[in-house]
């Protein structure tokens, strides 16, 4: 029911904000307490770089993940598309290093490889969803099954390694950095700032949102929610190419084991973070925080020996989904 | 997850056609084996692969269905629709796990059926007609007597664990038990599942929380690697050597060439399902006798034997 | 006489704001109460308060004089208290029969009893006349016969108090008079109904004694044979009501701005001609389901359509909304809450989505953003307690401003509104009549697509009439009248219109 006074101009006043807000920082900052409280080299520089470099790939990936299920989609093919790319460029990087030598060509030439594959991986899954109308969820589980069954058959079920030579020179992608922040970091950093520019302030983002929390409305009001819908699969895809051009100078290999899960842990990063699965809302730096609060997690139970390894899965899912309890207005489901 | 599908061999595809004509006289011989989801099991994979298609030229009275599952669930549904569409007269198996796959086998070997079992065993004895094991104590102890070797003064060392199943508790055992009383103490013991990326994030952890560690116990090769590149990033200079396993021909090679981090390696060969698949085919067309247990022992190798451990065809 | 359900000086706020204050209202047996207002007078909130499912916030419930809080809408239920919402309260994707006995399934043992559900459900949906298959998906049914299965559905409970909000608002006049019967019937028997409903000609059909409110206030109730609607009309607006409908501005019968012809919306509507002149208002009527919205929504590249279409002299190809949208071509939809505004966001992101302000192509102007909806609330009068407040939040009629503000941002130069004032009360009615007809006014075209026939008389220029996807004629400045209109509807009286040139359009 609304007043029946007119709407009067002013702007919402200064409180503070809503726990839907708070909840996620709020479980963020009680981990970080935690692990400081548990081991004094959790805060270290060493240890934060760790965790924040290996969060970068998840973290890429989850703010393409972000916008697709703003929009009302999903995407399950992320983790094994990611090892396909890295095992495709492996393989033309391989094959180009006798004609191009060690150098930036060979490097610049695997980016594009990886960028150019994932754009066309996204623009398959794209196509297939809003073109032929089949669910997402069916479509990227394919997808999921087909990329995770090439890179071992591309490996011939063993594991991709990147020449030797080769690793040596494109190692500092992953290890390297500006004044101590490592590429990853300021890669993830970069694909963030933009990301939340586009979805809170950007047209896009509101297209976005409008697609997600209702087609019919969105279609209605001139939105061309199938370019929407297309655009947020093939930047995902994009995004999965940028992740994997900063895993494979890691280890310098890929095999089919790479990238596994991935896909859950960027959806469940997505959702820590606010963003509501079944579409219409969503924001990038939540998921940011969904990202850490996960690797966080990890990254504790691997400096402590608070519960038995075997329980770690388990203490995961209570925290996943404690920080899900949070972010509620104390309302109960109806 | 991974999502290997069910892979059957081109081959057996088309023994289909010629075998609807032969059926008569084609023995029908079912393999299967975990998909390869990490580098030894590749490894498996590819020498399972390769001895199929070398016996179906070598035997052409005997016939092959090779299927790869993911999980014990679709190993035991592979296994179902061998017997109900190929009529399989042995049945090499690599269980994914013990309990899930010992009714369906025990029944099948009821039914008259040949069944080889290979590396991981049962949970009732006397099921199987011939076994073919690795040594997985075996592989922990001469893991652990090569640590006691190395470092005769004790020290500290970090162990990185494998998938949870009885192989990794029987190898960590067998590894506890070889160090016992030498002064080598294990600081911590994480899962890194076999995998590269895994045990990297494990390593990196350890390496913040231990200012020092002498030596890692990888206890796999695959975990090797991604165990030695977190100790490259954070250059740590404390680490003497990282010792896997099951041998990788890229860390033979480094043995081979004398790389002090990576001074030696312990067997656990994934050619035993090459074994196996041999022995069962010659049990099927000869009456040589082939039933029985089979261990295939784990062995150091360094510096000076590594060579005849070294197939650099092999993606393992 | 004890009234069976009584409120007595009921108060109700949300938050800090108090929406009703101190309402009095007395429901008695064997009568049918007319509740009205304007959009958000707090009539929803009265009969929620009513029906247990909302608590009040001071003040007394009485059942047959027994002062009761009703901890649930089931609670309620149970004591004979049944109401039907606005927003169907059906599970679409189960059938008639599923949804006829939800949550009360006939069953021996663990088993159900198909074959007589189903059979109670054929008596029960005879009784209203409904002619829906019980197998039915209740997804495939049209909106009256969600609405006549929600009734059918109340009636089967036995109801001794049955609440209505608006059951009439998407009925025909031939559903319409159908649930009057029934409501008839159940006084008869001795039930009380209260209903709410924006059309003061049924009101005075059908109620016994009608509550007027305003602003969150009871400001009149009586018996409903003691008012006129005029007075009625005035009491709920709270002032003298002039003429309802603006006055026709000097016959305009400027360039012709659109010319469609031969257009056809496969499985609705086929070989469709108009003109639309500058400065015109012409309406489209027809029975519900004639093609009419098809029709429209083809037009402006919302579904599939094939035709011709020229735009102030020039053939224009229409594929999409944007292709529409670009020419100056709008379509205000008949369904604000599926498809007009998304219920869920603030106003500020729905007034804007279909014209974003941006800064550098593709960043929003939030400065701009702010400016619009201050515009749209001043110069649509859209009363909303805070800005912040969710467009699903919102009464019918400032939803509807709210959607007509959305639309004006595309600066359209022919807007085609369906529907515009379904479900709203009378006040904000008058509001959007001026405000089309100052569009009109100012030298813009408005195609205006209703089931209201009075709204089409008083309001348009020219009246084009629909019947199963063809246009059977139309009628003209005097000639406009209902039954004119309901002979071409019916497709009884093709001859008797002038014929225009559109007309050698079709057949």
Redesign the interface.
């Known amino acids: 029911m609304t007043d029946t006074a007119a709407t009067a101009p002013a702007r919402p006043s200064r409180r503070l904000p809503p726990m839907s807000v708070l909840g996620p920082v709020l479980a963020l900052i009680i981990l970080i307490a935690v692990g400081a409280m548990l081991n004094p080299n959790f805060l270290s520089y060493a240890n934060i770089s760790n965790v924040l470099s290996r969060s970068a790939f998840i973290g890429i990936i989850a703010v393409g993940m972000t916008f697709v299920i703003t929009a009302g989609g999903l995407d399950l093919s992320v983790g094994s598309m990611a090892a396909f790319i890295a095992g495709l460029m492996i393989l033309v990087m391989n094959a180009a290093l006798p004609s191009l030598g060690v150098g930036l060509p060979v490097i610049l030439l695997g980016i594009a490889t990886a960028l150019v594959a994932g754009l066309v991986a996204g623009l398959i899954n794209g196509l297939l969803i809003t073109r032929a109308g089949i669910e997402a969820f069916i479509v990227t589980l394919g997808a999921m099954g087909i990329y995770r069954s090439l890179v071992t058959w591309l490996a011939d079920g063993g594991t991709l390694s990147l020449a030797f030579e080769l690793r040596t020179f494109y190692r500092p992608v992953y290890y390297g950095g500006i004044m101590g922040v490592s590429w990853p970091i300021i890669v993830f950093i970069a694909v963030v700032i933009l990301g939340e520019i586009f979805m809170s302030r950007g047209v896009f983002g509101r297209h976005v949102a409008a697609t997600g929390a209702s087609l019919e409305v969105a279609h209605y009001s001139n939105v061309n929610t199938n370019r929407v819908r297309l655009i947020t699969y093939v930047v995902l895809g994009l995004l999965v190419g940028v992740a994997t051009i900063m895993y494979v100078p890691r280890l310098g290999s890929a095999s089919s084991t790479t990238g596994l899960l991935w896909e859950l842990e960027a959806i469940a990063a997505v959702i820590i973070g606010g963003t509501v699965l079944k579409g219409g809302f969503g924001r990038v730096w939540g998921t940011v925080i969904g990202v850490l609060i996960l690797s966080l997690i990890e990254n504790i139970l691997n400096l402590t020996d608070l519960v038995s390894p075997y329980l770690n899965g388990a203490v995961q899912g209570v925290i996943i989904i404690l920080a899900v309890i949070l972010q509620r207005e104390g309302k109960t489901g109806k | 997850?991974?999502?290997?599908?069910k892979i059957l061999l081109t081959a057996s595809a088309l023994a289909l056609s010629t075998g609807a004509a032969l059926a008569q006289d084609t023995t029908v011989i079912g393999v299967s084996i975990p998909?390869?989801?990490?580098?030894w099991?590749?490894?498996m994979?590819?020498h399972a692969q390769q001895t199929v298609a070398r016996l179906e030229e070598t035997y052409p009275q005997l016939d092959f269905v090779l299927a790869t599952a993911s999980n014990a669930a679709e190993q035991v549904n592979d296994i179902e629709d061998m017997v109900a569409t190929r009529n399989i007269a042995a049945l090499v198996v690599l269980p994914f796990e013990s309990e899930p796959l010992t009714g369906p086998v025990q029944a099948l070997s009821q039914a008259g059926t040949w069944i080889t079992v290979v590396d991981r065993g049962l949970s009732v004895e006397g099921i199987e007609d011939l076994y073919v094991a690795g040594d997985n104590p075996g592989f922990g102890r001469v893991a652990g007597e090569y640590f006691t070797e190395a470092m005769p003064d004790g020290g500290q060392i970090v162990v990185l664990?494998g998938i949870?199943t009885t192989i990794d508790n029987e190898r960590l055992a067998g590894f506890e038990g070889a160090i016992e009383g030498s002064g080598i103490e294990i600081l911590?013991?994480?899962?890194g599942n076999w995998?590269?990326?895994d045990s990297?994030?494990?390593m990196?952890?350890?390496?913040?929380?231990y200012p020092n560690i002498d030596a890692v116990w990888a206890s796999d090769d695959?975990m090797a690697?991604?165990a030695m590149?977190a100790i490259d990033?954070?250059g740590r200079e404390d680490i003497q050597f990282v010792l896997g396993g099951a041998g990788m021909k890229?860390m033979i090679q480094r043995t081979m060439e004398g790389d002090a981090m990576v001074p030696a390696n312990v067997t656990y060969p994934p050619a035993m399902i090459a074994t196996a698949i041999e022995m069962t085919a010659v049990g099927m067309v000869s009456n040589a006798p082939v039933s029985g247990q089979f261990t295939i022992g784990s062995v150091l190798i360094t510096q000076e034997n590594a060579e005849r451990f070294y197939y650099p065809d092999?993606?393992? | 006489m004890t009234p069976f359900l009584a409120l007595d000086n009921v108060s109700k706020s949300f938050g800090p704001i108090e929406v009703l204050h101190g309402i009095s209202l007395q429901l008695r047996a064997g009568e049918v109460h007319a509740l009205i207002g304007e959009n958000g007078a707090g009539k929803s909130t009265t009969m929620k308060i009513l029906a247990g499912y909302q608590p009040a916030t001071s003040g007394a419930i009485r059942l047959e004089g027994q002062a009761i809080a009703f901890p649930t809408m089931r609670a309620a239920e149970e004591r004979g208290i049944v109401m039907i919402h606005q927003e169907f309260n059906l599970a679409e994707p189960l059938t008639v029969e599923q949804n006829m006995f939800l949550g009360r399934e006939l069953r021996r043992g663990p088993f159900l009893r198909r074959a007589e559900m189903a059979r109670q459900t054929r008596t029960q949906l005879d009784r209203v006349r409904c002619r829906a298959e019980t197998d039915a998906l209740v997804r495939d049914l049209s909106n009256s016969d969600k609405q006549m299965l929600e009734i059918a559905k109340a009636l089967s409970r036995e109801a001794k108090l049955l609440i209505m909000d608006e059951p009439t608002a998407v009925l025909t006049p031939n559903e319409t008079e159908i649930l009057f019967e029934q409501v008839r019937e159940l006084r008869a028997q001795g039930a009380a109904v209260l209903f709410t409903s924006h059309k003061l000609d049924e009101v005075k059909a059908i109620a016994d004694r009608v509550t007027i409110m305003r602003d969150g206030r009871v400001v009149h109730s009586g018996p409903a044979s003691e008012m006129t609607e005029h007075q009625m009309a005035e009491a709920m607006v709270g002032r003298e009501l002039s003429d309802l409908y603006p006055d026709r501005a000097v016959q305009a019968s400027g360039a012709v701005v659109l010319r469609v012809r031969d257009l056809d919306v496969p499985g609705h509507a086929s070989g469709i001609g108009l003109e639309l002149h500058k400065g015109e208002i012409l309406g489209i009527a027809g029975m519900v389901g004639s093609g009419r919205t098809e029709a429209m929504e083809g037009l402006c590249g919302l579904r599939p359509a094939k035709g011709h279409v020229e735009i102030d002299g020039q053939a224009v190809t229409i594929r999409r909304p944007s292709d529409a949208l670009s020419r100056g071509l709008c379509y205000l939809t008949e369904d604000r809450k599926t498809r007009g505004l998304l219920l869920g966001k603030s106003m500020r992101e729905n007034v804007t989505l279909q014209a974003i302000p941006r800064t550098a192509g593709v960043m929003i102007d939030r400065a701009a953003e702010e400016a619009v909806l201050d515009r749209a609330i001043a110069d649509f009068d859209i009363r909303a307690g805070a800005r912040s407040v969710k467009a699903g939040n919102l009464s019918g009629g400032n939803q509807q401003k709210l959607l007509l503000a959305k639309v004006m941002q595309s600066d359209p130069r022919i807007l085609i509104v369906d529907e515009p004032t379904r479900g709203i009360d009378i006040g904000t009615k008058q509001q959007i009549y001026r405000f089309l007809r100052d569009l009109a006014g100012q030298g813009l075209s408005v195609i205006v697509v209703s089931s209201e026939m009075q709204e089409l008389i008083g309001l348009c220029d020219r009246v084009m009439v629909m019947r199963e996807g063809r246009i059977t004629g139309q009628v003209t400045g005097q000639d406009i009248n209902e039954r004119a209109i309901v002979r071409l509807a019916m497709g009884l009286a093709e001859a008797e219109t002038s014929p225009r040139r559109e007309d050698a359009y079709h057949d």
């Open positions: 997850m991974t999502y290997a599908g998909a390869a989801t990490h580098g099991a590749g490894g994979n590819f664990r949870p911590a013991a994480e899962h995998n590269r990326d990297f994030t494990v990196q952890d350890f390496l913040s929380r695959d690697v991604g590149a990033a954070a890229e092999s993606p393992f």
